[in-house]
Nanobody, 122 residues
Framework: QVPVVESGGGLVQAGGSLRLSCAAS????????MGWFRQAPGKEREFVAA????????YYADSVKGRFTISRDNAKNTVYLQMNSLKPEDTAVYYC???????????????WGQGTQVTVSS
């Protein structure tokens, strides 16, 4: 298993930045690809970004391209989501997830965190 715990959410003004962290435990972290998803009130959960186990490939939703950056530090068992130029429509609960492979933009990840709230005020 790969338990994951998100942190770094909070309240920020539009145009501001936040960095989310996802700490994972377990020796197999470095073999898992990691993804970030989000769910806004009244909406379905959606893909935000993902990174392969090596960090060699990254994927982004069109809505966040150019504003968000996903990265990972395998020595620290941590994945990051740097969010810049935040907009009110980025307000959501952000979830970190881990999977062994497959299509990283799909939701069938094996392990999920509890989520962290991000609120962007206008």
């Amino acid at each position: 298993q790969v338990p994951v715990v998100e942190s770094g959410g909070g309240l920020v003004q539009a145009g501001g930045s936040l960095r989310l962290s996802c700490a994972a435990s377990g020796r197999t972290f470095t073999t898992y690809s990691m993804g970030w998803f989000r769910q806004a009130p009244g909406k379905e959960r959606e893909f935000v970004a993902a990174i392969t186990w090596s960090g060699g490939s990254t994927y982004y939703a069109d809505s966040v391209k150019g504003r968000f950056t996903i990265s990972r530090d395998n020595a620290k068992n941590t994945v990051y989501l740097q969010m810049n130029s935040l907009k009110p429509e980025d307000t959501a609960v952000y979830y970190c997830a881990a999977r062994a492979g497959g299509r990283l933009w799909e939701e069938d990840y094996a392990y999920w965190g509890q989520g962290t709230q991000v609120t962007v005020s206008s």
